[in-house]
């Protein structure tokens, strides 16, 4: 299911959030149960599955990672798994050994190193990914464009697991 169309909202990786918030809110009200007061049980039923589905929309549409991936998903890109380069892998590796060892034992100064590798790595990902993005907005559902997008997407997994 294609929640875009579901939600009647253009396919992009930027949205705006307010119309998103504006296309939800109609589409609740429309399908509210109080609306339905003398339907039958099998139009609430309906109602009731519809706004399953449009909360999910919604749900998934407002999170920049779910909407990502939901557009991977939509776009058969996902359908296999992507090798993540190993540079990546090891920084990844030390904000998580500095995260445990900070668990144990408080230090500010592996504190303060940590939250840079994190935000440099944060900044570095959002960076990389973004003309990609950018160009997929334009239009572009070009195979290599959609190959850089998956390798970038699988580095956001793996950077945001168990964060």
């Given at each position: 299911?294609?929640?875009f169309?579901?939600?009647?909202?253009?396919?992009?990786?930027?949205?705006?959030?307010?119309?998103?918030?504006?296309?939800?809110?109609?589409?609740?009200?429309?399908?509210?149960?109080?609306?339905?007061?003398?339907?039958?049980?099998?139009?609430?039923?309906?109602?009731?599955?519809?706004?399953?589905?449009?909360?999910?929309?919604?749900?998934t549409?407002?999170?920049?990672?779910?909407?990502?991936?939901?557009?991977?998903?939509?776009?058969?890109?996902?359908?296999?798994?992507?090798?993540?380069?190993?540079?990546?892998?090891?920084?990844?590796?030390?904000?998580?050994?500095?995260?445990?060892?900070?668990e144990?034992?408080?230090?500010i100064e592996?504190?303060?190193?940590?939250?840079?590798l994190?935000?440099?790595?944060?900044?570095?990902?959002?960076?990389?990914?973004?003309?990609?993005?950018?160009?997929f907005?334009?239009?572009?559902?070009s195979?290599?464009?959609?190959?850089?997008?998956?390798?970038i997407f699988?580095?956001?997994?793996?950077?945001?697991?168990?964060?």
């Open positions: 299911m294609n929640y169309d579901l939600l009647g909202i253009n396919e992009s990786f930027h949205l705006d959030t307010a119309e998103l918030k504006r296309k939800y809110y109609h589409l609740s009200k429309s399908l509210h149960p109080d609306l339905l007061q003398n339907s039958s049980t099998w139009e609430n039923q309906a109602s009731v599955l519809e706004t399953e589905k449009i909360n999910m929309a919604y749900e549409l407002k999170d920049p990672f779910k909407r990502l991936k939901h557009l991977l998903e939509i776009h058969d890109v996902l359908n296999e798994n992507q090798n993540v380069d190993q540079s990546f892998l090891m920084e990844v590796m030390e904000i998580n050994e500095n995260i445990m060892e900070l144990m034992e408080s230090n592996l504190l303060k190193n940590t939250q840079k994190w935000n440099d790595l944060s900044q570095s990902i959002d960076t990389e990914i973004q003309p990609y993005l950018q160009k907005n334009e239009g572009d559902r195979q290599e464009n959609f190959a850089a997008i998956k390798r699988f580095k956001i997994k793996i950077f945001i697991a168990d964060k």
